[in-house]
Nanobody
Framework: QLQFVESGGGLVQPGGSLRLSCVAS????????IGWFRQAPGKEREGVSC????????NYADSVKGRFTISRDNAKNTAYLQMNSLKPEDTAVYYC????????????????WGKGTLVTVSS
């Protein structure tokens, strides 16, 4: 099975932090951008962040800019999402996938979706 495996989700209080990991299973995503997406109950899936093949270009949704940081370690076939200053509205299932592009993460271009990891921000 060629997909990502997400981990690191859980329950955290508002203002807290979590670090999500996204490990490629059975493939190497070195040539492609990797993106994090999230979906809250009853809501549409939205893009959170994207990192280019070499890690040199990153993009963030306005809602998380300044709070989240995306990174990757191609030697470990892994991408990360450091989430700080978490808010209740960040509650969602977080997914990662690789793009068919080297530097961008348009939703229609994403492949190898993982099963997701649940992040719940609540006091």
């Amino acid at each position: 099975q060629l997909q990502f495996v997400e981990s690191g989700g859980g329950l955290v209080q508002p203002g807290g932090s979590l670090r999500l990991s996204c490990v490629a299973s059975g493939f190497t995503p070195d040539f492609f951008a990797i993106g994090w997406f999230r979906q809250a109950p009853g809501k549409e899936r939205e893009g959170v962040s994207c990192i280019s093949d070499s890690g040199g270009v990153t993009n963030y949704a306005d809602s998380v800019k300044g709070r989240f940081t995306i990174s990757r370690d191609n030697a470990k076939n892994t991408a990360y999402l450091q989430m700080n200053s978490l808010k209740p509205e960040d509650t969602a299932v977080y997914y990662c996938a690789r793009s068919t592009s080297r530097i961008s993460c348009d939703s229609d271009d994403m492949r190898r979706w993982g099963k997701g990891t649940l992040v719940t921000v609540s006091s």
